[in-house]
C-alpha cells in the first residue's frame, strides 16, 4: 500500500480522527488530511513518532515491505484488469508499471500483472493500429524477462519461462527457448491428489472435489493442445488422413470431458483452415459463433453446469456470478475477440474473399465491435 493508504488504515484501525492524530504530533488537521490524501508526505523528522503512534513500524510505513499478501495480489491485479476495460490498455500498462515500480521485489506481483496485460493485449488484437500492439507486445516479454531473472528458484521462475517460451518461438528466437525448456523442470508429482485425499479424510468433500476437477481439466485441457499440436505437425508431413483422426479424437475428448462451448469443433475447425477448405472453413467457424452467443456444450445437451466433472466447480462459479448478465458478458467478450482475430489474422486470408465470410463478419463485427460488448470501447 502507498504511504498515505498505511497512515489513513492504521489510523481508522485505531479509532483515530484526524484531528487527534494532528494533536498527537504537533501538526494541524489539514496536514494530516493531505497526508493521507498523498498531496503531501509527512516531514522526515515527524516519522518515528508517527509510526509509533500508529502502532506499526517505519518499513511498513513507507512501504518497504518487499512483499504482498496474496489478498493484495489478487485486488491491484483486478484492479489493473479493470483500468484496462474502463479507460483503456495503456491506462491500464501505466497502473501495472507504477504498482511493479512501488514493489519490484514481489515477483508474485510482476508475474500475476504481465498475464493480466498478456490477456488485455489479446481482447485487443484486432486494433493494432489503434493501440500499436507491438509495443506492449515487447513490454510483456522484458517482464516476462524481468521475472526470470529476478525471481528465486521456484514456481513463479518457471512460470515466467514457461511463458517466455512462447515469446521467443514466436520471434523465432529458437535457441533462446531451448535454453528454457532445458531448465525446466520435469512432471513431478501432483500434489493436488494429496491435497484432496487430506481434505477427503477430513469430512471436506466439496473441496476435495473441487480440487480433483480442476486438476481433470487442466489435464484435459493440455491433452487437447498437445492434439492440435501433433494434428498440425501431421499436416505439414502430408498426412492428411492421420491429421483428421486426431482431430476427431480431439473433438471426441472434448465432448467426453464436457469442455465449454466450441471446443469440440475447435480442432476439426482448425483442420479444415490448414487445409483451406473454405466452405468447411465457414461452416465451423459460423458454429463456433453461434456457440459463443449461445453456450452450449456438445449436441449430446451436457452443459458445464450439469457435467459430473465439472459439479463442484460451477458451482464456486455461480457464487462468484452476478447472473446471466455477468455470463453473457463474458461470452460475448469471448465471442469480440474471435471475430477479431478471424478479421486480422493472416491464417484467415485465403477467407476473405468469400461472401459467405464476409456475411457472417459484418454480422458479428456489428454485434460485437461497435460498442455493444463489454469491455470494447476505445475511450
Known amino acids: ?31 494530516v488530511n493531505k497526508w493521507e490524501s498523498g498531496s503531501t508526505y509527512p516531514d522526515i523528522t515527524i516519522l518515528p513518532a508517527l509510526a509509533r503512534l500508529l502502532e506499526t ?27 484496462v476495460k474502463e479507460k483503456g490498455i495503456e491506462a491500464g500498462f501505466e497502473l501495472a508499471e507504477r504498482k ?35 509495443k506492449y ?23 515466467a519461462a514457461y511463458m517466455l517460451v512462447g515469446k521467443y518461438v514466436g520471434r523465432e528466437q529458437y535457441e533462446q527457448a531451448e535454453e528454457l525448456i532445458n531448465i525446466l523442470p520435469e512432471r513431478e508429482a501432483d500434489k493436488r491428489i494429496l491435497q484432496a485425499n487430506v481434505l477427503q479424510c477430513q469430512g471436506r468433500l466439496s473441496e476435495a472435489a ?18 492440435d499440436r501433433l494434428m498440425d505437425i501431421t499436416m ?36 479444415a483452415v490448414k487445409k483451406k477448405d473454405i466452405r468447411e ?8 459463433l453461434e456457440r459463443c452467443v449461445a453456450p452450449t456444450m456438445t449436441s449430446s445437451e451436457n452443459t458445464a453446469e450439469q457435467s459430473v466433472l465439472m459439479r463442484h466447480i460451477s458451482s464456486r462459479r455461480e457464487e462468484k456470478n452476478t447472473g446471466e448478465n455477468a455470463k453473457g458478458d ?40 461497435d460498442g455493444e460488448t463489454a469491455g470494447l470501447s476505445s475511450e
Open 1 to 31: 500500500m502507498p504511504v498515505n493508504t498505511v497512515i489513513r488504515t492504521k489510523r481508522k484501525e485505531l479509532g483515530l480522527t484526524q484531528e487527534q492524530v494532528a494533536q498527537r504530533l504537533g501538526v494541524s488537521a489539514p496536514a
Open 57 to 83: 513500524d517505519l518499513n511498513t510505513l513507507l512501504c518497504f515491505r518487499e512483499e504482498l499478501t496474496e489478498q493484495e495480489i489478487v485486488r491491484d491485479i483486478e484492479e489493473v484488469a479493470g483500468t
Open 100 to 134: 511493479m515500480r512501488e514493489y519490484p521485489n514481489c515477483m508474485e506481483l510482476i508475474q500475476g500483472l504481465t498475464t493480466c496485460l498478456e490477456g488485455s493485449v489479446i481482447l485487443y488484437g484486432g486494433k493494432e493500429m489503434e493501440y500499436n500492439l507491438d
Open 137 to 159: 507486445r515487447k513490454k510483456i516479454v522484458a517482464y516476462y524477462e524481468f521475472v526470470f531473472r529476478n525471481a528465486k528458484e521456484g514456481r513463479i521462475k518457471n512460470s
Open 210 to 227: 473441487e480440487i480433483l476437477e480442476g486438476k481433470i481439466i487442466g489435464d484435459v485441457n493440455e491433452i487437447h493442445i498437445a492434439l
Open 236 to 271: 505439414d508431413e502430408g498426412n492428411e488422413a492421420d491429421a483428421e483422426k486426431i482431430a476427431d479424437i480431439g473433438s471426441r475428448m472434448a465432448e467426453l470431458f464436457s469442455l465449454w462451448g466450441y471446443n469440440s469443433i475447435l480442432l476439426p475447425m482448425e483442420l
Open 281 to 288: 472453413s465457414v461452416r465451423y467457424i459460423r458454429e463456433m
Open 330 to 369: 463474458a461470452y460475448a467478450d469471448i465471442a469480440a475477440t474471435v471475430v477479431r482475430a478471424l478479421q486480422f489474422s493472416p491464417e484467415y486470408e485465403f477467407l476473405r474473399e468469400d461472401e459467405e465470410f464476409q456475411s457472417l463478419m459484418e454480422e458479428y463485427s456489428r454485434k460485437y465491435q
